[in-house]
């Protein structure tokens, strides 16, 4: 058991082969799975963890460091059948965090509201609003020990995140939206932009400005710090469908 096994738990429950809709609640396969139990369930398909591990959440993930887990600390160096987890350790609980796994470089595969289940995401396919590929506190990369191998990876000095270019500002509008999934409050209207907080599902923000920029629709006010914030709500093309609703 290695890779291909775990890649192929997840391709056997991909949202278009099955009734697997993406679930914080009903995530043990009956009939759905969210972003945490998919991967645990691929890892032990893979080898990785033993059959009785009980289901965790991307807390306990994080915690697989060291026994299961490798972690990698630079972009560069993933690979497929490595795992992404976003959210801060120790915040990421809930609707606060996300995982999944790559299928390739610059590809993942994972259980999404989005997408309402397991989903493949690349550069294609808006893989820019799930990551930011580049490493930080909160968005971090393992390595899981296919075989009992470890890994041996330095860590690396982190890249300044880049700023938004061709933003266009579509209205002004005073109103609000309430989440459907964890949004990320970015710095700027670009998904390479930095993660400055992250809003939990239910959640309500209010805003004045929507804008267009990056291949996504964002909404955007003044935060308490004085600058200004964005979050974006929806793509503009392919899948439309809002993770926030108004």
């Not at 990785?48 to 299961?68: A, R, S």
């Not at 630079?74 to 915040?91: L, M, N």
């Not at 606060?96 to 397991?118: L, R, V």
């Not at 000095?157 to 938004?164: E, F, G, H, L």
């Amino acid at each position: 058991m290695g890779v291909k096994e775990a890649l192929d738990w997840m391709d056997k429950h991909h949202r278009h082969k099955g009734n697997y809709p993406y679930s914080m609640v009903k995530r043990n396969g009956n009939p759905g799975y969210d972003c945490s139990s998919a991967v645990y369930y691929a890892l032990i398909a893979g080898g990785v963890l033993p059959k009785n591990t009980p289901i965790g959440n991307t807390e306990t993930l994080f915690k697989l460091k060291g026994k299961y887990l490798d972690e990698i600390y630079d972009y560069k160096d993933v690979r497929a059948g490595d795992i992404f987890i976003r959210g801060g350790e120790g915040t990421s609980a809930g609707a606060g965090g996300h995982t999944g796994m790559f299928y390739k470089k610059d590809g993942i595969i994972h259980s999404n509201y989005s997408n309402n289940g397991i989903s493949y995401n690349d550069n294609k396919s808006f893989i820019g609003y799930f990551l930011d590929r580049r490493r930080s506190s909160n968005e971090r990369y393992f390595r899981p020990r296919y075989g009992g191998q470890k890994l041996d990876i330095a860590p690396v000095k982190q890249q300044r995140p880049q700023k938004a270019s061709g933003k266009k500002l579509i209205k002004y509008e005073k109103w609000h939206g309430i989440t459907q999934a964890a949004c990320h409050v970015r710095a700027d209207a670009s998904t390479n932009s930095a993660i400055v907080a992250t809003y939990p599902m239910g959640s309500r923000i209010n805003y004045d400005r929507v804008y267009e920029a990056n291949g996504y629709r964002w909404i955007s006010y003044v935060g308490n710090s004085g600058k200004r914030r964005y979050v974006a709500y929806r793509r503009t093309s392919g899948n439309t469908r809002a993770w926030i609703t108004f």
